[in-house]
């Protein structure tokens, strides 16, 4: 499968977006003069506060903009649930890995500046990483690395330097280190392991003393041949310091935040704003422990380290929808915003991960992923559409095509269920964008109870709650297992959460299980994308599981079908209620005029075809195969349709 390269017109559609006004992203303007309805969007508050009142301790703080106006701002829940303070519009979150858009920019601006080459060696700039030319061995049958061993040396010589390009686009070899720093989900081989150990996350040292720490390290993939989420934008960050003469925190001050006015936004809080530092529910993790923002920074993480708010996010990314500039303040050149939202990924750049690749729809740019498959996709809206998460529960999005531009910040200790409201947040905004309406009058047609009952049946619309987001989450044919959490340990992979009712936990499986081989195979020592490319399949093809369960001393062996992948997210249900044909949304998610578990009533206008009354008119046109029987049916037949099946 090849990727599919982003749209060229999304990405020229980067410099045809007006500049926003101050105003403009400050203040709520009237949804509708945006193209949402108001009615709709509302749905997100409603969606948010339930997860609140269900008790979730996180806050939230959602905020869409369109066209350069804000369209909705909404802060939701506890900023600090155990004291109840309420959450406010500039409350101040660790963005994690959101930091990562931040230094690419930073890093392109010194592009810009003639300061750095982006295919020049990095140790052009860091002599330290000189040594950096040695890779760990893969075992040729398997391609899963061999274990390291420094004292014999048992390496393979890089095919070339990694470059500013590669640190950029995560192809550079470097790896993130399973420590203090690092989720185990990064990866549990050897190399991972050595990274941890060698070349620590420390919050008492500068960049400087921790990039030196790498010198002695090997790279796990060739230059330019692998992308690997990894430590490559902090390595960024160090690169900068010694092109610009500056530390990092100032370069980024003076030439970025200062600039775009990101008033809240840097590597730590100062005490006149800790009032609105947003508290992380639970028990601290190490990287709150070891770097506590409340206070002045040593390290400097280009790669995970910055906090910020919902509106200084949003200007950050309305520069980058504008071409580079924001009222005035030029930061960076519109070719080379082009090139950075471009992908960048070539056919044979083979995945290690899961955050990107073609069987995601996702490719990458210079620090963002990017949408290159208009079928399917993490990332919502149109293909050249650009979006990236923070570890603390933070994600951003942007659509060029759209104007479109969604963000959520929360403040969580493991991000492994993020998913869940990233889905809400990807779902919900587009689903409240109006639908153009098509001038046709209702021409009355009185229909029998009887004939109406022609229509009755659930109409399956897939993942998507808009035309404008299509969500096949998977490439068809791969089988289904229904874990929906998983992280690599040392003794195999752990399972955070299986799905509801989904095939693995019909068989048994229990959140907290280790599964420590998959049919004949071990999974001990293996990398989670190892582990998990094992676990997927063709669908109907059985899966063998071997796994060790907390209390029981002998290992449990389950086996089990890999199923469809379910799709069923939207579905509408029509029946027949006093005399008039009436419609209910039944699955997951709203859409349109069809509220979840709303029963609405709907009017004929033609042969097949109804409308809502009220609301924003949504249409609904049932199809008919070659027999003359219902098959189908389309909501808003035109451009923005959205096609069902009918399920039986």
Not at 46 to 75: C, H, I, M
Not at 283 to 310: C, E
Not at 548 to 573: H, I, K, M, T
Request: hydrophobic share 45%; with cysteine.
């Amino acid at each position: 499968m090849k990727i599919i390269q982003a749209s060229c017109t999304a990405a020229l559609a980067l410099c045809l977006a007006g500049a926003a006004l101050a105003d403009d992203l400050q203040t709520v303007g009237d949804p509708n003069l945006t193209g949402f309805s108001a009615r709709r969007l509302a749905r997100m508050t409603s969606w948010f506060e339930a997860q609140t009142k269900n008790g979730d301790p996180s806050g939230f703080v959602v905020a869409v903009a369109r066209g350069g106006k804000l369209a909705y701002l909404q802060p939701i829940g506890f900023a600090d649930h155990d004291k109840k303070i309420p959450m406010r519009p500039d409350s101040i979150f660790r963005i994690g890995s959101m930091s990562k858009q931040i230094t690419s920019v930073a890093t392109m601006i010194l592009v810009d500046d003639g300061k750095l080459e982006l295919d020049a060696p990095v140790a052009q700039y860091l002599p330290e990483l000189m040594g950096m030319m040695r890779v760990v061995k893969k075992d040729p049958a398997t391609g899963d690395p061999i274990m390291v061993d420094l004292a014999r040396q048992d390496f393979e010589p890089a095919k070339r330097a990694m470059t500013i390009r590669d640190l950029l686009r995560n192809t550079s070899g470097l790896v993130y280190g399973m420590g203090d720093f690092a989720d185990p989900g990064f990866g549990n081989a050897a190399v991972h392991l050595l990274y941890g150990a060698r070349a620590p996350f420390r919050r008492d040292k500068p960049i400087a003393s921790f990039v030196a720490s790498l010198g002695s390290l090997p790279l796990l993939h060739q230059p330019g041949e692998v992308w690997e989420y990894s430590l490559g934008y902090d390595v960024l960050g160090r690169v900068i310091e010694v092109a610009s003469g500056q530390t990092f925190d100032q370069f980024l001050q003076t030439r970025l935040f200062a600039p775009l006015r990101m008033v809240d936004t840097g590597f730590s809080v100062p005490e006149n704003k800790l009032n609105r530092l947003v508290a992380v529910p639970g028990a601290q993790p190490p990287p709150l422990s070891d770097g506590d923002v409340g206070k002045p920074q040593t390290f400097f993480s280009g790669g995970g380290g910055i906090v910020s708010t919902v509106p200084d996010f949003l200007r950050f990314s309305q520069m980058l929808l504008n071409g580079g500039e924001l009222e005035g303040a030029r930061i960076l050149r519109a070719e080379t915003v082009r090139l950075m939202l471009t992908n960048s990924m070539l056919s044979d750049i083979h995945f290690a991960g899961h955050e990107a690749g073609p069987d995601y729809g996702t490719g990458w740019g210079l620090g963002f992923a990017i949408r290159t498959n208009p079928d399917f996709s993490l990332i919502p809206g149109a293909v050249g559409s650009f979006n990236w998460q923070g570890s603390w529960g933070t994600f951003f999005s942007v659509d060029p095509v759209q104007k479109l531009i969604l963000i959520m910040m929360m403040q969580r200790v493991q991000y492994r269920d993020n998913g869940f409201y990233f889905n809400a947040i990807r779902r919900l905004p587009y689903a409240a964008l109006k639908v153009p309406e098509v001038p046709s009058p209702i021409t009355p047609a009185p229909l029998s109870a009887t004939a109406l009952t022609e229509y009755v049946g659930r109409y399956v619309f897939g993942g998507s709650s808009s035309s404008l987001d299509r969500q096949i989450l998977v490439a068809d044919g791969i089988g289904w297992t229904g874990l929906e959490g998983v992280v690599a340990e040392t003794g195999g992979m752990r399972v955070i959460k299986p799905v509801d009712a989904g095939p693995a936990a019909r068989a048994g499986v229990m959140a907290g299980d280790l599964i420590t081989a998959i049919g004949d195979t071990s999974t001990r020592g293996l990398t989670l994308e190892a582990a998990l490319g094992r676990i997927a399949g063709p669908v109907n093809t059985t899966i063998k599981l071997r796994i060790v369960r907390q209390g029981q001393n002998d290992p449990l062996f389950v086996a089990f079908a890999r199923e469809a992948v379910p799709l069923r997210s939207v579905q509408l249900q029509t029946s027949v209620a006093d005399g008039k044909l009436v419609v209910k949304a039944t699955g997951s998610w709203s859409i349109l005029d069809f509220d979840r578990g709303e029963t609405v009533p709907v009017a004929a206008r033609a042969k097949d075809e109804f409308e809502v009354e009220s609301g924003d008119h949504t249409r609904i046109a049932f199809v008919r195969d070659a027999a003359g029987k219902i098959n189908g049916a389309v909501l808003n037949p035109g451009p923005w349709e959205q096609r069902g099946a009918l399920a039986h």
